[in-house]
């Protein structure tokens, strides 16, 4: 089984900053992606940033400049550094993971967080 645990959310107020933390644990062979997408009520999910294994990184153009995202191999870890923080950056923030559990799987699958709330006040 795969488990994605995020960690980080909360409240902070407009300029502030925010670190999501995810970590990927249980059956894994390779980490091909890994980032973060967010979604507010009423909207579908928005990528915000993504990082591939080998350090390559996509952003949102709402997020450039702002939002750094990073990776940690040996820990299975991608973080989310959220700098100048705004009330629209008020979301529901989803880490995802898309991976190969064994190597004989030879199959791509997605994993989703359950997500952690980041609430940013004016």
């Known amino acids: 089984q795969v488990q994605l645990v995020e960690s980080g959310g909360g409240l902070v107020q407009a300029g502030g900053s925010l670190r999501l933390s995810c970590a990927a644990s249980?059956?894994?062979?390779?980490?091909?992606?890994m980032g973060w997408y967010r979604q507010t009520e009423g909207t579908q999910r928005e990528l915000v940033a993504t990082i591939a294994s080998g350090g390559g990184t996509n952003y949102a153009d709402s997020v450039k400049g702002r939002f750094t995202i990073s990776g940690d191999n040996a820990k299975k870890t991608v973080y989310l550094q959220m700098n100048s923080l705004k009330p629209e950056d008020t979301a529901v923030y989803y880490c995802?993971?898309?991976?190969?559990?064994?190597?004989?799987?030879?199959?791509?699958?997605?994993?989703w967080g359950q997500g952690a709330q980041v609430t940013v006040s004016s």
């Open positions: 249980g059956s894994i062979f390779s980490i091909y992606v």
């Open positions: 995802n993971a898309d991976l190969q559990t064994t190597w004989r799987a030879r199959t791509r699958n997605e994993y």
